[in-house]
């Protein structure tokens, strides 16, 4: 299948990605922080980035990893995105794999991406366990207004390969969509938009962050 990508870095394949010079970055899923470090990579200059993980742990991992960035530059929640600012339920059985469930034990807070940031976003990324629906309901306004580089998962959920992008291309006119699979299992199928207006920005592919950490965060997590 020309989609199947194994080798291409997952939110970021080359053969079509575009960056905004001076972005504004959404991660939504952020897990330990290693996505953020890799936009940062293709955006040295990035303006901030806000950063969403649920789960305690991980969101303690993913403060001490982004610490390497200027406290300006980075805004981390711990809540999970939604359709509606309050609270859910988080089963936190499998680390990396959590989610909303009604019989979860760790109660965490939603927020709405349209109310959390004030600010125009130029990249969404959304890795957030079958809730990806209901976070694009609540992150409508940014999408329609922004136009921002979309990289979605569509494979928590049976309907999200097929929902998702519809979803996505009713709300998105004049974009690029691309689908790309990124492992040889039914793991990390990826539907990205890419707005036609948006410029090839000169950033060179191999600007890397300025740290082992981040290197090494990136290269362990990304690969």
């Given at each position: 299948m020309s989609a199947f990508c194994a080798g291409e870095r997952q939110y970021f394949d080359p053969s079509f990605m575009l960056y905004k010079s001076n972005g504004v970055?959404?991660?939504?899923?952020?897990?330990?922080?290693?996505?953020?470090?890799e936009y940062s990579r293709h955006v040295p200059d990035f303006k901030c980035a806000y950063v969403y993980e649920?789960?305690?742990?991980?969101?303690e991992i993913c403060v001490k990893n982004l610490a390497v960035f200027d406290?300006?530059?980075i805004v981390v929640r711990k809540a999970a995105v939604s359709d509606c600012n309050g609270k859910t339920y988080f089963d936190p059985f499998i680390e990396g794999s959590s989610h909303i469930s009604e019989a979860g034990s760790i109660e965490v807070p939603t927020i709405r991406l349209d109310d959390d940031i004030l600010e125009s976003v130029d990249f969404i990324k959304m890795d957030i366990e079958g809730a990806e629906q209901v976070a694009i309901d609540g992150a409508q306004k940014h999408i329609r207004e922004d136009r921002?580089?979309?990289?979605?998962?569509v494979y928590h959920l049976p309907a999200d390969l097929r929902l998702i992008p519809l979803?996505?291309?009713?709300?998105?006119?004049n974009y690029k969509f691309y689908l790309r699979h990124h492992m040889?299992?039914?793991n990390e199928t990826i539907f990205y938009g890419i707005p036609c207006e948006l410029d090839k920005q000169v950033i060179s592919s191999n600007s890397v962050c300025r740290t082992e950490l981040s290197d090494l965060l990136v290269d362990e997590y990304m690969k």
């Open positions: 970055f959404v991660d939504c899923g952020a897990l330990n922080g290693a996505t953020t470090l649920p789960m305690p742990q991980m969101y406290s300006s530059r921002p580089v979309l990289a979605i998962s979803m996505l291309i009713r709300m998105c006119p040889p299992n039914t």
